[in-house]
């Protein structure tokens, strides 16, 4: 199951556990609109490290801070929301990057092993981890193929549901306009030989997802899971008529 992935918004470690128990290998953390405080998500990122889940961290805001302290504390790529036209990207995408690519700044601690790094630590982080533009404005999207090119973006993360909002569509349904933006940043992406990540909550977007080439499809949240799970459960007691 290496192209599933799950969207995790609470720090739930038994949640982890069973994820990664039922063969699932790559999670996107939620800080934005998720659960997590600084403490937590250190825990929970020594977690996702210990069991080997890649975890893509998207941070709260488009700030230097927000993308360093994920990446600190061990996350494997960052997913940076609310970026606007590829001068904002270009900006913003340096603190994802030690020098000479970018301005991230260093501090020890679990990356490194607790210990002094080594010569060559800095460019081997900055190959291991991974930095996706998230494609959810109509800036974005007008300048998708130039920020597809920007050396420091490693990949292309759409997010459908404000991408449509922004877009004056109102809710997304994964219509005929939603489909030609989400083609659009699959073609960027694919053309620069770079990832893409698509949120693929049903069938007909997770056939896309794989028609398109796809490097992730995240194709459920905590709660869906959640919900499915308890929704199975009540069905079959009804089946046994011990619910009516």
């Known amino acids: 199951m290496e192209k599933i992935c799950l969207w995790v918004s609470q720090p739930h470690f038994g949640f982890l ?11 996107v953390v939620e800080l934005e609109h998720g659960t997590f405080d600084l403490a937590t998500l250190d825990q929970f990122l020594a977690m996702t490290r ?18 360093q302290q ?21 900006e913003i995408t340096q603190a994802a990057k030690y020098p000479p690519h970018g301005i991230r700044s260093y501090t ?22 991974k930095c996706y533009a998230m494609i959810e404005t109509s800036e974005s999207l007008e300048d998708v193929e130039k920020i597809a090119a920007l050396p420091n973006v490693d990949g292309i993360f759409p997010g459908p549901s404000d991408l449509s909002l922004s877009r004056g569509r109102g809710a997304y349904s994964f ?21 893409w990540v698509m949120p693929a ?19 459920a949240s905590q709660s869906m899971t959640i919900r499915a ?8 007691l009804r089946q046994e008529k011990i619910l009516a």
Not at 17 to 27: D, N, P, Q, R, W
């Open 229 to 236: 799970g308890l929704s199975a459960t009540l069905g079959a």
């Open 201 to 219: 909550w049903t069938p007909e977007e997770r056939a896309f997802g794989a028609k398109e080439g796809a490097e992730l499809l995240v194709v």
């Open 50 to 67: 210990a069991l080997g889940v890649r975890t893509l961290a998207k941070v709260i805001a488009p700030t230097t801070e927000a993308i």
């Open 70 to 90: 994920a990446l600190d504390f061990g996350a494997d790529a960052v997913v940076i929301p609310h970026l606007l036209g590829v001068d904002h990207v270009r």
């Open 17 to 27: 556990e069973i994820a990664k128990l039922m063969g699932i290998g790559s999670i």
């Open 175 to 195: 219509s005929a306009a939603d489909l030609f933006d989400l083609t659009r940043c699959a073609r960027a992406a694919q053309t620069c030989g770079k990832p």
């Open 108 to 129: 020890g601690g679990r990356v490194y092993g607790y210990g002094r790094p080594a010569a060559d630590a800095f460019d081997r982080e900055n190959r291991r981890t």
